[in-house]
C-alpha cells in the first residue's frame, strides 16, 4: 500500500512561484510510477508532470517552461516547482501513484492508470 502525502500548496500572487511537495511511503520510488496532477473547480482532473526515469520528465503543454517536477532521493520525495504562476493554474494539485501497469510516462496523463492518491493541496493564483 503506498501513502501519499502533499504539501507547500498556498496562495501567490500571478507571476509568483510555489513548490509541491509529495511525500510517499510504502513503496520507494524507484518501484512506483508517480505523477501530478491537478482539478479546478467543475473541470476535470488533469495531469501536469510525471517523473518517467532520471532523465525523463514529461509535462503538459501549458506548463512546459515553467513548472519543473524532480525527485529528492535524500527526503523520498517528488517536488514540483512552479514559477510564473498565472491564475489559471489555481485548483488542487494532487500526487499520484501506481505500482503496476503501463511503462511510466506511457499514458501518463490518464487517471484511471493509478492506484494510489493524496488528498490534494489547494494552490491559488490571484491576478
Known amino acids: 500500500q503506498v501513502q501519499l502525502v502533499e504539501s507547500g500548496g498556498g496562495s501567490v500572487p500571478a507571476g509568483g512561484s510555489l513548490t509541491l511537495s509529495c511525500e510517499a511511503s510504502g513503496h520507494t520510488y524507484s518501484s512506483i510510477c508517480i505523477a501530478w496532477f491537478r482539478q479546478a473547480p467543475g473541470k476535470e482532473r488533469e495531469g501536469v508532470a510525471v517523473?518517467?526515469?532520471?532523465?525523463?520528465?514529461r509535462y503538459t503543454d501549458s506548463v512546459k517552461g515553467r513548472f519543473t517536477i524532480s525527485k529528492d532521493h535524500a527526503k523520498n520525495t517528488l517536488n514540483l516547482q512552479m514559477n510564473r504562476l498565472a491564475p489559471a493554474a489555481s485548483a488542487v494539485y494532487y500526487c499520484?501513484?501506481?505500482?503496476?501497469?503501463?511503462?511510466?510516462?506511457?499514458?501518463?496523463?490518464?487517471?484511471?492508470?493509478?492506484?494510489?492518491w493524496g488528498q490534494g493541496t489547494q494552490v491559488t493564483v490571484s491576478s
Open positions: 499520484a501513484a501506481y505500482t503496476i501497469g503501463p511503462r511510466c510516462g506511457i499514458l501518463w496523463q490518464d487517471s484511471q492508470v493509478y492506484e494510489y
Open positions: 517523473f518517467a526515469s532520471e532523465g525523463d520528465t
